[in-house]
């Protein structure tokens, strides 16, 4: 199985602060990973697909970029809607698995 | 508008059966995979199984292979979660997402299943 580890798991930063959120997976998965942001008591919502692509509907403010192996997520001015929880997820191959979580505290 | 609802969730014992269902509306359900994903209240989440437009492609997680079977019904829009021989360590909140071909773009609110004695 392909092991996806996210770096820092909790992150402390302020309105207006540039969060940036890392990736690596266990071996090369191209460009095949997926950063999703969960708040609490909902359901994850897909944010980048394909490593750097916004999903429609996603505020500019959400950027990602990596292949291979290391990925970043960044949010370049965070707004008090962003506080909450990212995972990244890889689709090169099955099993599909998830990073352990960022989590983007206040 | 795409939507995702899970029922049949619940409490059961040890050794126990539930069915999930997943009503799907607002798309071509025929036309994507669709995916159950499980997360402890709290913790990370956990990918589970995977079904095929047609049904005949499935893949399970090693940890609910041999007791899970996912299964759709195209003509009703449903996608389903057969779990049997629970053990405490499946408890979870369990969601039917969307797969887009890139990402798991629809998420439904997610059904609660507790397996405790």
């Known amino acids: 199985d392909i092991q996806m580890t996210q770096s820092p798991s909790f992150v402390s930063a302020s309105v207006g602060d540039r969060v940036s959120i890392t990736c690596r997976a266990s071996?090369?998965?191209?460009?095949?990973l997926a950063w999703y942001q969960q708040k609490p008591g909902k359901a994850p919502k897909l944010l980048i697909y394909g490593a750097s692509n916004l999903q429609s509907g996603v505020p500019s403010r959400f950027s990602a970029s990596g292949s291979g192996t290391d990925f970043t997520l960044s949010i370049s001015s965070l707004q008090p809607e962003d506080f909450a929880t990212y995972f990244c997820q890889q689709s090169n191959s099955f099993p599909l698995t998830f990073g352990g979580g960022t989590k983007v505290e206040i | 508008e795409v939507h995702l609802e899970e029922s049949g969730g619940g409490l059961v014992q040890p050794g126990g059966s539930l069915r999930l269902s997943c009503a799907a509306s607002g798309f071509t359900f025929s036309n994507y995979w669709m995916h159950w994903v499980r997360q402890v209240p709290g913790k990370g989440l956990l990918w589970v199984s995977r079904?095929?437009?047609?049904?005949?492609?499935?893949s399970y997680a090693d940890s609910v292979k041999g007791r899970f079977t996912v299964s759709r019904d195209n003509a009703k829009n449903m996608l389903f979660l057969q779990m049997n021989s629970l053990r405490a360590e499946d408890t979870a909140v369990y969601y039917c997402?969307?797969?887009?071909?890139?990402?798991?773009?629809?998420w439904g609110l997610g059904n609660m299943v507790t397996v405790s004695s």
């Open positions: 079904i095929k437009t047609d049904g005949t492609g499935t």
């Open positions: 071996q090369d998965i191209r460009f095949w």
């Open positions: 997402t969307r797969d887009s071909g890139l990402g798991l773009d629809y």
